[in-house]
């Protein structure tokens, strides 16, 4: 099991912007990851994803507004959020996909 630790969430006011880090071990940066998020009494879904090539997809409900990018050299994935919305209120997890390995997850609260 290997260990991925996500940070960055807070508060913001609707229309504003956050980093997500999820820093992981450097034997796996280089494998797909993903986002996930999962709101109060809803199923864990799917956010973005970036493959081992780089390539990326995201949800519809995000898609422009969403950005995964992966920086090998400090074994970190980060989801740049912009334009929030009070529905994107969520605990964000990333998620080793090969591994299947989560880290413990990270609050975003959208609201004025």
């Known amino acids: 099991q290997v260990q991925l630790v996500e940070s960055g969430g807070g508060l913001v006011q609707p229309g504003g912007s956050l980093r997500l880090s999820c820093a992981v071990p450097g034997s796996i940066v280089r494998d797909s990851m993903g986002w996930y998020r999962q709101a109060p009494g809803k199923q864990r879904e799917l956010v973005a994803v970036?493959?081992?090539?780089?390539?990326?997809n995201y949800a519809d409900s995000v898609k422009g507004r969403f950005t995964i990018s992966r920086d090998n050299a400090n074994a970190t994935v980060y989801l740049q959020m912009n334009s929030l919305k009070p529905e994107d209120t969520a605990v964000y997890y990333c998620?080793?996909?090969?591994?299947?390995?989560w880290g413990q997850g990270t609050q975003v609260t959208v609201s004025s």
């Open positions: 970036i493959s081992s090539g780089g390539s990326t």
């Open positions: 998620q080793a996909r090969r591994t299947g390995s």
